[in-house]
């Protein structure tokens, strides 16, 4: 079945305020691809964005538009094998595994439309019906008290995890000891609003020297975090290793690793407990599947990132999570939650911090064009480096 027609879709999600109370506006915009065959067909992928490096994506996108169109939709593999070899060049960047991991899922979404079946049946089968997910894009803030009001209200939504970066100021590898102070006393602040049954998921950002991440994971251990989350530069897989045999919490990297060849060393290297690969820019459902695979082996779960959009990025994840032994938990962007509903069909339901699994065929869902049409890409405005 061949494909016909190829579109893609640069959007600016909108937060209903009073959806989610006092909770920040989406931070990037959301990049779909609409992939069409000749039998009449469609099947929908998202690609992973950064609010500055949205475009760039697209014009990926756009390039690999010419390798699309025409291409035996049911080839999945040798696409994603041929566009690395033959329009990557064997150079592979951020930008470009976000456009193909966009294609790849929409080519999944195809076939299992074509077969009737979600695609978690065409990877194996689930062995899970409900997949366990935490809340994030809830706590950015000014205060402890109003931290801990908006722990509280994720809570109070059913949620049994919740997310946040800790650390205040920009992203910098060396930080003072009033900041390492105040990531603990936020630290602190969260726990006691959730009480001691709420997992706390520390997010570091890869920001920290191998120093602080090590001096603060210490430190916040009396509050029994569920995991601390990329505390150095994944880059440097002998910093994370060192900085791990050092944390006595589990440590977690990925969600900037690409394919499974960038994951390959941190396996060997005891580098992580936990691997968050991103289904929108590790190069799609199988290469995400088969991380999976390799981490098993090594005893490391996997929960995978997901700063997509609560549609068809997350639908992805879900159809491989089904698939997976190792699998703990994968991430829900609240903040995001109210546009989902807009342009989703069906949108996705959480209870009891869990989301069941859809038995409709391909990913399970759909996307209103008209609903993305009322919400165009929108510039950034202008800022200095160095702004917080």
């Known amino acids: ?41 469609h099947g ?11 475009t760039q994506i697209e014009a990926h996108l756009r390039q690999l538009e010419r390798y699309v169109v025409g291409w035996d939709a049911r080839r999945i593999k040798p696409f994603t094998d041929a566009a690395y070899n033959d329009f990557a060049a064997r150079r592979g960047a951020m930008d470009y595994y976000s456009a193909v991991s966009g294609i790849e899922q929409a080519l999944w979404d195809l076939a ?16 899970r019906d409900r997949l366990r997910v935490y809340a994030n894009g809830w706590a950015r803030t000014t205060s402890h008290e109003e931290l801990a009001a908006r722990a509280r209200a994720v809570v109070a939504r059913g949620f049994t995890a919740l997310k946040f970066d800790p650390v205040p100021g920009p992203w910098r590898s060396f930080i003072t000891r009033e900041q390492e102070d105040e990531t603990v006393a936020r630290v602190a602040v969260v726990r006691e609003a959730v009480g001691p049954d709420v997992d706390i998921l520390l997010e570091i950002h890869r920001r920290l020297a191998p120093m602080h991440a090590v001096r603060i994971a210490r430190r916040v251990e009396e509050f029994e975090p569920y995991w601390f989350e990329e505390p150095v530069l994944a880059e440097n897989i002998d910093a994370l290793a060192d900085a791990r045999a050092e944390i006595d919490l589990p440590v977690v990297t ?19 407990d936990i691997i968050n690969p991103d289904v929108c820019n590790v190069g799609g459902i199988l ?3 088969e991380i999976a695979a390799m981490a098993e082996v090594y005893f490391v779960a996997v929960a995978p990132h997901n700063y997509n959009s609560t549609t068809v990025g997350l639908a992805a994840t879900l159809q491989a999570a089904a698939t997976m032994p190792n699998f703990i938990i994968t991430e829900y962007f609240m903040n995001l939650e109210p546009w989902g509903r807009e342009v989703a069909t069906p949108p996705f339901e959480v209870e009891e911090s869990h989301i069941t699994l859809s038995d409709r065929p391909g990913l399970g869902i759909d ?18 480096f160095g702004d917080a």
């Open 112 to 127: 299992g439309k074509r077969a009737g079946v979600p695609v978690y049946e065409l990877l194996g089968g689930a062995v």
């Open 44 to 54: 929908w992928g998202e690609c992973y964005t950064q609010a500055d490096r949205d």
């Open 254 to 272: 990925g969600e900037e690793l690409y394919t499974k060849f960038e994951f390959r060393e941190v396996f060997e290297r005891g580098a992580a």
């Open 367 to 384: 996307l209103d064009e008209a609903a993305l049409a009322r919400s165009p890409r929108e510039l950034f405005p202008r800022r200095a």
């Open 287 to 289: 290469e995400l599947k």
């Open 1 to 41: 079945m061949r494909i016909t027609d190829f579109r893609s879709f640069l959007v600016r999600p909108a937060v209903d305020p009073a959806a989610i109370p006092d909770i920040y506006t989406a931070a990037k915009n959301l990049l779909f691809v609409r992939l069409e065959t000749e039998d009449g067909l």
